[in-house]
């Protein structure tokens, strides 16, 4: 597994929500990993957020499953 529950994470692409793609996270977006699956398939549910001013907090979220060539783990030493 390249990440476990609570690693810090940044895209290195972009990632489209779900299977309609509406919204799109750019590359470079930092979240947590809250949850590590091993089968079928390595992935990972991470929490995204982009920066949307039309939402009350300024951020609109959606919850993705990434695969390990969809980020890198963000050292935090």
């Known amino acids: 597994m390249k990440a476990k529950d609570y690693d810090r994470i940044r895209t290195v692409m972009e990632v ?3 299977l309609g793609g ?3 996270f750019p ?3 930092e979240r947590i990993v809250v949850e590590c699956h091993a089968g ?3 992935g990972y549910a991470v929490g ?3 920066r949307d001013d039309s939402w009350v907090t300024g951020f609109d ?3 993705v499953i990434l695969t390990p060539e ?3 783990i963000v050292d935090t030493d």
Do not use: K
Request: charged share 30%; glycine share 10%.
């Open 70 to 72: 969809h980020f890198e």
């Open 16 to 18: 489209r929500e779900g």
């Open 48 to 50: 995204l957020a982009i």
């Open 22 to 24: 509406h919204r799109v």
């Open 40 to 42: 079928p398939e390595e």
């Open 27 to 29: 590359a470079g977006t």
């Open 61 to 63: 979220y959606a919850n």
